[in-house]
């Protein structure tokens, strides 16, 4: 079994930053691209970012330049910095992981969400 567990998320003010965090645990053979996307209420999951094992980055148009994806090989982690942010930037962000586990079989992960409302 595989896990995504994330953190970091919360209540911030219009302009404030948040970080969070995604963990992948468990029979993990190898790990491909690692992302971010989020729902808003009413809307469609949408991608946020997405980033590759070798570093390669791609965003959404509504974040660029004001969110930074990264992540650790070494502990399965991706991270997400976003500053100045919007309340239109309110929603569940859900992680994201292409891997491989140990049986040899390619599947798709998903955390189980951690809330960002931004608000004053």
């Known amino acids: 079994q595989v896990q995504l567990v994330e953190s970091g998320g919360g209540l911030v003010q219009p302009g404030g930053s948040l970080r969070l965090s995604c963990a992948a645990s468990?029979?993990?053979?190898?790990?491909?691209?690692m992302g971010w996307y989020r729902q808003a209420p009413g809307k469609q999951r949408e991608l946020v970012a997405v980033?590759?094992?070798?570093?390669?980055?791609n965003y959404a148009d509504s974040v660029k330049g004001r969110f930074t994806i990264s992540r650790n090989n070494a502990k399965n982690t991706v991270y997400v910095q976003m500053d100045s942010l919007k309340p239109e930037d309110t929603a569940v962000y859900y992680c994201?992981?292409?891997?491989?586990?140990?049986?040899?079989?390619?599947?798709?992960?998903w955390g189980q969400g951690t809330q960002v409302t931004v608000s004053s």
């Open positions: 994201n992981a292409n891997l491989r586990v140990e049986s040899g079989h390619l599947y798709d992960y």
């Open positions: 468990g029979s993990i053979f190898s790990i491909y691209d």
């Open positions: 980033i590759t094992t070798g570093g390669s980055t």
